[in-house]
């Protein structure tokens, strides 16, 4: 049974970037598609991008356009871990971030979550 | 984006009554080529992540208990809890993974009455 695993600070500085990593077992990243999706109690459950890795030769990523300009995926194979960077972070952008698996595919839906981690933004 | 819209945004249910919990897409989320449904449902307890109920807006995943289902009618979604238990008292939540981004409803509580 996969599990996943998010971890980083908890708090973080305006303008500052937000990074958290997301530590996978029980399945290996070099497969599936991998999401950061995060949930607010005014904006409710907001995707923020996936990365794909499949171990050789393709890597591929998608964010959400509303985030794009502010977002970074990627992944460590060596680790089994993937992570998200998010710059200039404001207020609005504390919440609490999830990993997730998706089923399969690219246009999928979310089958395994993390337990999730607080996030606030703050000085 | 695709906005999808739940309906209501709470209820109160007593055990062992049927509960029903509605999502509306802004727009198709349909595959003709195979005949899908792009949309799943969700439970969320408190300090839990969502948990998938139902993908391809029918199909309970493994484990899922049977009082659980999902329908469509038209551009409309529902997930029914046929006989509520206490168990079942949780934030539910529908999303839409046609296009991206994938986006998710609103959120319907669902409690005990």
């Known amino acids: 049974q996969v599990q996943l695993q998010e971890s980083g600070p908890g708090l973080v500085k305006p303008s500052e970037t937000l990074s958290l990593t997301c530590t996978v077992s029980g399945g290996s990243i070099s497969s599936h598609y991998w999401s950061w999706i995060r949930q607010t109690p005014g904006k409710g459950l907001e995707w923020i991008g996936y990365m794909f890795y499949n171990g050789r030769d393709r890597e591929r990523v998608n964010y959400n356009p509303s985030l794009k300009s502010r977002v970074a995926i990627s992944a460590d194979t060596s680790k089994n871990q993937f992570s998200l960077k998010l710059s200039s972070v404001t207020a609005a952008d504390t919440a609490v971030y999830y990993c997730?698996?998706?089923?399969?595919?690219?246009?999928?839906?979310?089958?395994?979550w993390g337990q999730g981690t607080l996030v606030t933004v703050s000085s | 984006d695709i906005v999808m819209t739940q309906s209501p945004d709470s209820l109160s249910v007593s055990l062992g009554e049927r509960a029903t919990i509605n999502c509306q897409s802004s727009e198709s989320i349909f595959y003709s080529s195979n005949n899908k449904n792009y949309l799943a449902w969700y439970q969320q307890k408190p300090g839990q992540p969502p948990k998938l109920l139902i993908s391809w807006a029918s199909t309970r995943e493994f484990g899922v208990p049977d009082r659980f289902s999902g329908s469509v009618s038209g551009p409309d979604f529902t997930l029914t809890i046929s006989s509520l238990q206490p168990e079942d008292v949780a934030l539910y939540y529908c999303q839409q993974y046609f296009l991206s981004p994938p986006t998710f409803g609103g959120g319907t509580k669902v409690e005990i009455k």
């Open positions: 997730a698996r998706q089923a399969a595919g690219d246009y999928d839906y979310f089958q395994h």
